[in-house]
T-cell receptor, first 106, second 111 residues
């Protein structure tokens, strides 16, 4: 079993839909990261969380430390949100989930 | 441009060879992290340097080594290359306020 599990692996949505990507981890962490990887390969760090909730534009990330679970939500999804979303558990090193490939159709 | 510069962008080399990947962190960032992303293993943390010193080590093979120089740029050396080393290699730097910033990666193909 991987230390960081993401679901779903693949997700297809219609433009405007509310999207949720889940991440569960089994290791102790100092922070949980959400990353976005575009089709061209570039990686952008979206959020770094150690507790509670963070919001940036249409993106919201939450974490429940007791349950070792985090979610990434996208409101009013848009085709430009199509990417792979990766969560990563950070302590002394980073353990990555396998990623969720999101496709948003117009 | 994220501010983290990686060179080269693409590299094709033969098995058994040695290559050096280079990374310059964002201006002012003291840390450099190296990651490998392969099709079968996904993203894996390799090694971290902070202000010239090794801070943390992940799944880095003995054939791989890294260092961070006084000007804070870092090099990842991969030797005795195997087909399975073909991957995207990313570096990132970290700032207390901005978190992680990733470079655009070096795509290594071993033939």
């Amino acid at each position: 079993k991987n230390e960081v599990e993401q679901s779903p692996q693949n997700l297809t949505a219609q433009e405007g839909e509310f999207i949720t990507i889940n991440c569960s981890y089994s290791v102790g962490i100092s922070a949980l990261h959400w990353l976005q990887q575009h089709p061209g390969g570039g990686i952008v760090s979206l959020f770094m969380l150690s507790s509670g909730k963070k919001k940036h534009g249409r993106l919201i990330a939450t974490i429940n430390i007791q349950e070792k679970h985090s979610s990434l939500h996208i409101t009013a999804s848009h085709p430009r949100d199509s990417a792979v979303y990766i969560c990563a558990a950070n302590n002394n090193d980073m353990r990555f989930g396998a990623g969720t490939r999101l496709t948003v159709k117009p | 441009d994220s501010g983290v510069t990686q060179t080269p962008k693409h590299l094709i080399t033969a098995t058994g060879q040695r290559v050096t990947l280079r990374c310059s962190p964002r201006s002012g960032d003291l840390s450099v992290y190296w990651y490998q992303q392969s099709l079968d293993q996904g993203l894996q943390f390799l090694i971290q340097y902070y202000n010239g010193e090794e801070r943390a080590k992940g799944n880095i093979l003995e054939r791989f080594s890294a260092q961070q120089f006084p000007d804070l740029h870092s090099e990842l050396n991969l030797s005795s290359l195997e087909l399975g080393d073909s991957a995207l290699y990313f570096c990132a730097s970290r700032d207390f306020y901005f978190g992680y910033t990733f470079g655009s990666g070096t795509r290594l193909t071993v033939v």
